[in-house]
């Protein structure tokens, strides 16, 4: 799960209440869509959820820093609402790791191993028929010995030491169940803030160290930073980068303070 990754993101999903009018709809974003949007990035860690990105890159970076600033709010009151904890459980739920079942007791799987064995060596007998007679020697030899393992297998203390294993290994998918389950719950806990808090301490981590002075070159028809160091920085860095000084000043102070709010 990954919330707010970028400031490009947090102004995409600026609220209506924004200075200069209804910012969704200069922007070309339905609530329905800018919903969704946060729905995916909160709950389903998909960091970009392709919203338009045009309309923002012309605004005045003064209006930017306006939009991070109402996006924010918005998402805080989306997050803190019906909807979005009925979204949020439900990806939750879908997440959950499921127990493993077993339609047969160990005794019924051992006795199923064997009468499937059985049933295969009966079928191959019943081929030897239509092989080569030159194929057939060999084939009969492959099956007494098999015959001659199976043998082996059950014996009092074979049949025990098999059964053994299956309970063995029915007891270690519990276990491992059991780790998944725990696993689970520290990525999905009952309550999200903690997860929302975890993913808002690392947008202000990711963009801490952003230099909205780098350098840009053009490579390949693409515009690319002078720098090999900002070029390898993760594309959320980038993003913050694009959004700019003002915007993304912005929605770190927004961020702070949410953080802030849900005890840091």
């Known amino acids: 799960m990954r919330v707010l990754r970028h400031g490009v993101l947090i102004c995409l999903l600026a609220a209506p209440a924004a200075a200069g009018g209804d910012v969704l709809s200069q922007l070309g974003i339905t609530l329905d869509a800018a919903k969704e949007a946060i729905g995916s990035v909160i709950?389903?860690?998909?960091?970009?959820?392709?919203?338009?990105?045009?309309?923002?890159?012309?605004?005045?970076?003064?209006?930017?820093?306006?939009?991070?600033?109402?996006?924010?709010?918005?998402?805080?009151?989306?997050?803190?609402?019906?909807?979005?904890?009925?979204?949020?459980?439900?990806?939750?739920?879908?997440?959950?790791?499921?127990?493993?079942?077993?339609?047969l007791t160990p005794e019924q799987e051992l006795q199923k191993a064997d009468d499937d064995q059985k049933l295969q060596f009966e079928e191959s007998k019943q081929a030897l028929a239509a092989l080569p007679a030159e194929q057939r020697k060999a084939v009969e030899e492959a099956l007494k010995a098999a015959a001659d393992v199976a043998a082996k297998q059950n014996t009092p203390d074979a049949r025990k030491t098999r059964l053994a294993a299956i309970v063995a290994d029915r007891a270690e998918r519990a276990k491992e169940h059991e780790a998944a389950v725990a696993r689970w719950k520290q990525q999905y806990p009952d309550d999200p803030k903690p997860v929302i808090a975890r993913r808002l301490r690392e947008f202000l981590q990711l963009s801490a160290d952003v230099d909205f002075n780098a350098k840009l070159k053009t490579q390949n028809g693409v515009s690319v930073f002078e720098d090999p160091a900002y070029q390898a920085k993760p594309s959320q860095w980038k993003m913050c980068f694009r959004a700019g000084r003002e915007a993304t000043t912005a929605a770190r102070a927004a961020v702070q303070q949410w953080l802030t709010e849900l005890g840091g």
């Open 43 to 103: 709950t389903a860690g998909i960091y970009n959820p392709g919203l338009p990105a045009q309309a923002f890159k012309l605004m005045p970076a003064a209006a930017r820093a306006q939009a991070a600033t109402a996006g924010v709010a918005w998402l805080k009151t989306y997050a803190a609402s019906p909807e979005f904890t009925r979204q949020y459980r439900q990806v939750r739920e879908t997440h959950k790791p499921d127990a493993p079942t077993y339609d």
